[in-house]
């Protein structure tokens, strides 16, 4: 069974720095390529950034390019995501996601997300 | 970068037909996928490609495209199927991101 567990979530202030991280299981987490997806609270899904199964390509969204670092670690089936100078709009439940093989933007498994908050 | 444009608020009556849809220009060049988000659940992706459903999604549901509109199509609707539904594809501009619809939230009467 497929599963994606994201930790690291939690109350940071204005300015901070928070790792997430995301444990995937039941597949063969090297072959595929993972993403972040955030939503904040009541809002929609809004796509973060995305990493190739072997970290060559990595993307990221505007609103976080040049603050969030994306990466992953094949042996420890770990997806990574170090958010810093952290902003009250960056305030949301973050969720890894993996691509549906064969697929650029099918997430086909989603981990249950952890919330991160952003406040003075 | 490109957008997708979803209804905010559909409803439907048990039993019926309802259809969610979503338009972007990316959608010219790009099949849509359809998430199905309950409240304080994770998504669930129902329908990806051209029609495709994953394992354990019923057959009620189904996608289609014209143009720059994608379609999910719930025929003969169930109280379980009152959720918030998002579409997504790729940014046309070719910077290989990722742009969501806003999401629908469907109510079944």
């Known amino acids: 069974e497929v599963q994606l567990v994201e930790s690291g979530g939690g109350l940071v202030k204005p300015g901070g720095s928070l790792r997430l991280s995301c444990a995937a299981s039941?597949?063969?987490?090297?072959?595929?390529?993972m993403n972040w997806v955030r939503q904040a609270p009541g809002k929609g899904l809004e796509w973060v950034s995305s990493?190739?199964?072997?970290?060559?390509?990595?993307y990221y969204a505007d609103s976080v390019k040049g603050r969030f670092t994306i990466s992953r670690d094949n042996a420890k089936n770990s997806l990574y995501l170090q958010m810093n100078s952290l902003r009250a709009e960056d305030t949301a439940v973050y969720y890894c996601?993996?691509?549906?093989?064969?697929?650029?933007?099918?997430?086909?498994?989603w981990g249950q997300g952890t919330l991160v908050t952003v406040s003075s | 970068s490109s957008e997708l444009t979803q209804d905010p608020a559909v409803s439907v009556a048990l039993g019926q037909t309802v259809r969610i849809t979503c338009q972007g220009d990316?959608?010219?060049?790009?099949?849509a996928s359809w998430y199905q988000q309950k409240p304080g659940q994770a998504p669930v992706l129902v329908i990806y490609?051209?029609?495709n459903r994953p394992s354990g999604i019923p057959d009620r549901f189904s996608g289609s495209s014209s143009g720059n509109t994608a379609s999910l199509t719930i025929t003969g609707a169930q109280a379980e199927d009152e959720a918030d539904y998002y579409c997504?594809?790729?940014?046309?501009?070719?910077?290989?991101?990722?742009?969501f619809g806003g999401g629908t939230k469907l109510t079944v009467l």
């Open positions: 996601a993996r691509i549906l093989s064969g697929a650029t933007t099918t997430f086909d498994y």
């Open positions: 039941g597949f063969t987490f090297s072959s595929y390529s």
């Open positions: 990493i190739s199964s072997s970290s060559s390509y990595i």
């Open positions: 990316s959608l010219r060049s790009y099949y």
């Open positions: 490609g051209k029609n």
């Open positions: 997504n594809s790729r940014d046309s501009s070719g910077n290989h991101h990722v742009v």
